[in-house]
């Protein structure tokens, strides 16, 4: 500890010569004979508590503790050591209130896997026979193992909402591929805090794995839906937060979604290399579902390497794994669209324009009909690359599918489409004579000011 502690209740911890481990014991074990509804907190919240470092107070539950334990009230405890300690028996406001928590930086908190409270620290728990807490009451083992019992059981969460969020889930699988983005953000972001509120406070069991399950899937289509509407950095936290979920649920399929979309967001940064290298590190261990939707990641990121070999090597394999079952949460289904258009993804950057052109009129021919809107969006972009990369380019239609493109997207706010769509058109401007086309002009008018500016950019 300190030799300056900076508030009261690192002052004390210090008088009685704990280290914070020995605190984080101490305090669990206090909630447990209190009955409080808290399970412990981690070595990262105690610091915090320690060194006076939090924007918020702790949650009332933890307050209640900290009193237990110190006999002081828990704000005097997190000021400064030379606050008087006192209590305040009303505990209310001057218009008799309880006073409205904010959320806390205490065991209410999201906790990483590796702050999740131990079996180490459940043994302990257990282990003795009498409890003898921070202000000398004797708990009877009776009393000790029901505030146990009552904590663990009040942590875990009802049938009912993990039935909710299942359903959230499996309603998104159905309307995510069709739906105006902008309309799923709300619902997304309630169930996604929803469920990671409740993990918050599952302890153990079968019914923490189900919400670090289902809060890695809310995370993921938060993810998922920021890269669609171009917002690159919440993507990233959102699916590295994904990704930490499904490590810990044990969820292939989660796992290679979010791999899926990280080799997006590294190739849309340009970083091609790396698109590649994510999606072949996920695949030994894919879930069947998302195998072909990884191997398109690389065949279009190989492609835009220069390794035709490679890319046509991952289209064989998109191609053997096409999958032909149900959709599952998670990417929009690899099946005999997706490889189309993948392979008219690949061969357009490979400057094959011509048979680029042939796939992805047979993608655009498969979904019509479908409302599969990013989709769609996504096949006109890679028809609009074909026209010019065929041997003899053809400006005026490559800019008729772009405003398809934009078209298709407009109504559905991913912003991610107009990007590409603007990139596409730099290149057209930059030689005179395409420039002067009608069909060009008329694209550029329907840009936004922003992307319609030059220079060219790599397509």
């Given at each position: 500890?300190?030799s300056?502690?900076?508030?009261?209740?690192?002052?004390?911890?210090?008088?009685?010569?704990?280290?914070?481990?020995?605190?984080?014991?101490a305090?669990?074990?206090?909630?447990?004979?209190?009955?409080?509804?808290?399970?412990?907190?981690?070595?990262?919240?105690?610091?915090?508590?320690?060194?006076?470092?939090?924007?918020?107070?702790?949650?009332?539950?933890?307050?209640?503790?900290?009193?237990?334990?110190?006999?002081?009230?828990?704000?005097?405890?997190?000021?400064?050591?030379?606050?008087?300690?006192?209590?305040?028996?009303?505990?209310?406001?001057?218009?008799?209130?309880?006073?409205?928590?904010?959320?806390?930086?205490?065991?209410?908190?999201?906790?990483?896997?590796?702050?999740?409270v131990?079996?180490?620290?459940?043994?302990?728990?257990?282990?003795?026979?009498?409890?003898?807490?921070?202000?000398?009451?004797?708990?009877?083992?009776?009393?000790?193992?029901?505030?146990?019992?009552r904590?663990?059981?009040?942590?875990?969460p009802?049938?009912?909402?993990?039935?909710?969020?299942?359903?959230?889930?499996?309603?998104?699988?159905?309307?995510?591929?069709?739906?105006?983005?902008?309309?799923?953000?709300?619902?997304?972001?309630?169930?996604w805090?929803?469920?990671?509120?409740?993990?918050?406070?599952?302890?153990?069991?079968?019914?923490?794995?189900?919400?670090?399950?289902?809060?890695?899937?809310y995370?993921?289509?938060?993810?998922?839906?920021?890269?669609?509407?171009?917002?690159?950095?919440?993507?990233?936290?959102?699916l590295v937060?994904?990704?930490?979920?499904?490590?810990?649920?044990?969820?292939?399929?989660?796992?290679?979604?979010?791999?899926?979309?990280?080799?997006?967001?590294?190739?849309?940064?340009?970083?091609?290399?790396?698109?590649?290298?994510?999606?072949?590190?996920?695949?030994?261990?894919?879930h069947?579902?998302?195998?072909?939707?990884?191997?398109?990641?690389?065949?279009?990121?190989?492609?835009?390497?220069?390794?035709?070999?490679?890319?046509?090597?991952?289209?064989?394999?998109?191609?053997?794994?096409?999958?032909?079952?149900?959709?599952?949460?998670?990417?929009?289904?690899?099946?005999?669209?997706?490889?189309?258009?993948?392979?008219?993804?690949?061969?357009?950057?490979?400057?094959?324009?011509?048979?680029?052109?042939?796939?992805?009129h047979?993608?655009l021919?498969?979904?019509?009909?479908?409302?599969?809107?990013?989709?769609?969006?996504?096949?006109?972009?890679?028809?609009?690359?074909?026209?010019?990369?065929?041997?003899?380019?053809?400006?005026?239609?490559?800019?008729?599918?772009?405003?398809?493109?934009?078209?298709v997207?407009?109504?559905?706010?991913?912003?991610?489409?107009?990007?590409?769509?603007?990139?596409l058109?730099?290149?057209?401007?930059?030689?005179?004579?395409?420039?002067r086309?009608?069909?060009?002009?008329?694209?550029?008018?329907?840009?936004?000011?922003?992307?319609?500016?030059?220079?060219?950019?790599?397509?």
């Amino acid at each position: 500890m300190s030799s300056a502690p900076r508030t009261l209740l690192a002052s004390l911890v210090a008088q009685r010569g704990w280290t914070v481990d020995q605190f984080c014991r101490a305090f669990t074990k206090t909630a447990a004979a209190i009955g409080a509804d808290t399970y412990g907190i981690t070595d990262r919240q105690a610091k915090r508590w320690l060194a006076g470092t939090l924007a918020t107070q702790p949650y009332p539950v933890s307050r209640r503790v900290l009193e237990a334990m110190f006999d002081t009230d828990a704000l005097a405890l997190l000021g400064p050591p030379d606050t008087p300690p006192r209590r305040d028996p009303a505990r209310t406001t001057p218009h008799g209130m309880a006073p409205l928590p904010s959320t806390g930086d205490d065991g209410h908190t999201p906790i990483a896997p590796d702050e999740e409270v131990s079996p180490t620290h459940r043994r302990d728990l257990l282990s003795a026979g009498v409890l003898l807490t921070a202000t000398g009451a004797v708990i009877s083992p009776m009393d000790r193992a029901a505030g146990i019992s009552r904590a663990i059981a009040a942590s875990a969460p009802d049938p009912l909402t993990l039935a909710q969020l299942e359903h959230g889930i499996h309603q998104l699988v159905t309307l995510y591929d069709v739906t105006p983005l902008g309309t799923l953000l709300d619902p997304i972001e309630q169930a996604w805090n929803r469920a990671e509120t409740l993990l918050e406070t599952c302890v153990s069991g079968a019914g923490r794995r189900d919400l670090e399950r289902l809060s890695g899937w809310y995370a993921y289509y938060r993810g998922r839906l920021a890269h669609e509407k171009g917002d690159e950095g919440t993507a990233l936290t959102f699916l590295v937060l994904a990704g930490q979920h499904a490590e810990a649920a044990g969820d292939t399929l989660l796992a290679g979604s979010v791999a899926d979309v990280r080799a997006a967001l590294a190739f849309f940064a340009g970083q091609f290399t790396a698109a590649a290298a994510i999606a072949r590190h996920a695949l030994p261990a894919a879930h069947p579902y998302v195998l072909p939707s990884l191997a398109s990641q690389m065949a279009r990121s190989l492609a835009q390497t220069g390794d035709a070999d490679g890319a046509l090597a991952a289209l064989r394999t998109m191609r053997d794994n096409v999958w032909t079952g149900e959709q599952l949460p998670g990417p929009a289904p690899s099946d005999e669209e997706a490889y189309e258009a993948y392979c008219a993804l690949a061969l357009g950057y490979l400057g094959r324009g011509d048979a680029a052109e042939r796939h992805a009129h047979r993608s655009l021919a498969l979904l019509s009909r479908t409302g599969r809107h990013l989709q769609l969006a996504g096949s006109h972009l890679a028809l609009a690359r074909a026209f010019l990369r065929r041997p003899e380019p053809e400006p005026e239609q490559a800019a008729a599918a772009l405003r398809d493109a934009l078209t298709v997207a407009r109504n559905n706010d991913h912003g991610r489409t107009a990007n590409r769509a603007a990139a596409l058109y730099r290149h057209l401007v930059t030689k005179s004579d395409w420039a002067r086309l009608p069909a060009v002009r008329d694209l550029g008018d329907q840009l936004p000011a922003r992307e319609a500016l030059p220079p060219a950019a790599t397509i």
